[in-house]
C-alpha cells in the first residue's frame, strides 16, 4: 500500500470534485454538440447493458411476484366478493355488446363499409426502468434482427404506454406517457372533445388545451386522436380524474409500474420525424453545389 503525505492527500481531495465538475460540464457539451453523437452512444451503452439488466430483473421479479401473491391471499376473501360483482356486471354488458355488434355488422354490409385491418405488431420485454435524456422511460430488449423503429406505439393489456423514441442494434428506449417531454392528441371518447395529453413525470398526466366550452368530464374515457398523424384514433388512455385544485388528469388504463411486457404496434403513421431527418436550414447567402 502506497503511503502519501497529508498535504499530498489534502491536495488530492481538493482536486476531485472540481475535476468531476469540469468532466461532468464536458460530457453535457458534447451531448449538446452532436445529439446524434451522443444518441448512438446511448443506444451503444444499451446495448451493452441489456444481458446484464435481463439477468438482474429475473431475481427481482421473482421477489416481487411472492410477495404479489402474499398480498394477494390476504385479500382474498374481498378480492372474491367483488370479482364475482363485477362477473355479473360484464354478463350484462356482454350481451349488450353482442347485440351492438351484430347491428354494426348489419350496416356494414348495408353501406358496404371495409372492415378496419388489423395492425402488425411485436411483443418485446422491459428489462430496465431507466432516466438519462428522459425522466420517465423504459430500456426494451430486442432481438438482433428486429424490425422495431422509432415512432412505434407501445400498449400493454390495458391501454396506451408510450412510443419508441431510440432504437439500437439490441435495445430500444421507450418513452412513457406520463414523462414530462411526452404530448399526444387524445379526445373524450363519448363527445370527441379534443385535448392533449401533458405528461408531468407524475404517475396521471394532465388533459390542456381542450375546445372552450367543452370541458371533459371526470369519469369519461379517454383515447387517443387522429390529429398531426402521430397516433391513430380510438386507442385507449384512461378515466378522466379531477387532482388538487380542479386540475383535470388522466387515471391511465396501463399500469406504468409493473412493466414486464409491451406490444410495439406498427400503424404505418410518420406524423414525428426522428431527429436525424431533420433538414437542416442553409444559412442565407449560401449557394447549393458550390
Known sequence: MIRLSVPLRQAIARLVLPLLIAASFGLMLLGKADTVLAERARAALADLMVPVYGVLARPIGTVRDAATGLRNLVYLHSDNTRLREENERLRRWRDVALALEAENLALREVLRAPAEPTPQFTTVRVVADLGGAYARSALLAVGPQHTVRKGQVALDRAGLVGRITEVGGRSARLLLVTDINSRIPVQVERTRTRAILAGTNA???????????????????????SEAGAFPAGLPVGIVHEGRGGVLEVELFADLDRLEYVRLHEFGLTGILPPEQVTRPERPGRRRGG
Do not use: A, M
Open 203 to 225: 404517475p396521471r398526466p394532465r388533459l390542456q388545451h381542450w375546445t372552450d366550452g367543452e370541458v371533459p368530464v371526470p369519469g369519461e374515457r379517454i383515447v387517443t386522436s
